[in-house]
């Protein structure tokens, strides 16, 4: 082997072991300065990425996903390392290379995924570079941090994502019947015990169910009647015990004299609790609120089921409507 070729190898030794010390500390300068500004980078979902800017996009999407250690959120990892092994190159010439190398990916938990490299090297400015660089996933841990994002992976097994599913659905649509109905017990034990509500005057936070009862009592009470009709319902299931979900609405809101309509989306975090799924926390969001068509609150009797059109029974006739407007307390 001639001198030449050993100096090589011994560089793009380094180049692939810096690739993933700078890559696992979050140093992307370092990482980017490793590629040919015209390199391109394939890690499998469907993309190819071309050039310095599009292949950093890679690594600070993946930065999002891995925990900066000033949230809470048990579903990322604290950390990311990436051992490499078993390079092998073969030289077209003195200054281009091929090469492909086998790694494993270790988090918090142990062994999370695992995978070849297959690169493309040039001499560039006397130095060794990527000029492609492909990424192939060959195996994962069940319910870890890339099974997760490549598969969404759970941990599950079919008829248990089927009913952690199902569950949820109905969790959802409780919300909107105990809301409809003012049946403040049920709506709050909708929610984990320790739920986070807000912030008291004094700066520390509100929790537990008295202050959500009081906080969605003050809410209610701020309108009449909610017809609620829940709608798209997308689930990501992020274990056997944590999810996320985004659920649309289309809201009928007595506010005053003026009926209101509005068109909402729910950002939930669910979390299954002894047997059961519960919200964690949800988020409102208006795509818009507007007063629209007739107003029904003007509307003579129904007197259902003589007449379609008109005002009906509900919410008045339901017990715990009728408990809700006579009692005054939150």
Not at 138 to 146: E, K, L, N, V
Request: overall charge negative.
């Amino acid at each position: 082997m001639e001198a030449w070729e050993l100096d090589a190898r011994e560089q793009i030794r380094d180049l692939v072991a810096s690739y993933n010390a700078h890559g696992d500390r979050g140093r992307f300068d370092e990482v980017m300065a490793l590629f040919a500004d015209d390199a391109v980078m394939d890690v499998g979902d469907g993309h190819t990425y071309s050039g310095i800017q599009e292949i950093r996009t890679i690594f600070t999407e993946t930065q999002e996903s891995v925990t900066d250690g000033l949230d809470n959120d048990t579903t990322k990892p604290r950390y990311l390392q990436h051992h490499t092994s078993m390079p092998a190159m073969t030289f077209e010439s003195s200054d281009a290379a091929s090469g492909q190398a086998y790694f494993t990916v270790m988090t918090d938990v142990g062994v999370d995924h695992w995978g070849r490299y297959q690169d493309a090297y040039r001499v560039i400015n006397g130095r060794w570079r990527f000029t492609a660089r492909r990424v192939r996933v060959d195996g994962t841990t069940p319910g870890g941090w890339a099974d997760r994002r490549l598969h969404g992976g759970t941990g599950l097994s079919t008829p248990d994502r089927l009913a952690a599913e199902a569950d949820i659905r109905q969790l959802v649509a409780r919300y909107a019947l105990a809301t409809d109905q003012r049946d403040l017990d049920t709506l709050v034990d909708l929610f984990i015990p320790d739920v986070r509500v807000g912030w008291h005057p004094s700066g520390e936070p509100a929790t537990g169910h008295d202050a959500l009862r009081e906080n969605l009592s003050a809410q209610l009470r701020a309108i009449g009647v909610t017809i609620l009709h829940v709608g798209t319902h997308q689930i990501a299931l992020q274990g056997p015990a944590e999810a996320t979900g985004h659920v649309y609405c289309r809201a009928e809101i007595q506010d005053g004299e003026r009926w209101i309509h509005q068109s909402i989306r729910y950002d939930d975090r669910y979390r299954r609790v002894d047997g059961h799924w519960l919200f964690v926390g949800r988020r409102h969001q208006l795509f818009y609120g507007a007063e629209v068509g007739a107003n029904p609150l003007h509307l003579p009797p129904a007197d259902w089921p003589a007449n379609h059109h008109g005002w009906g029974t509900l919410p008045e006739s339901d017990p715990t409507w009728q408990a809700f407007q006579q009692d005054q307390s939150p």
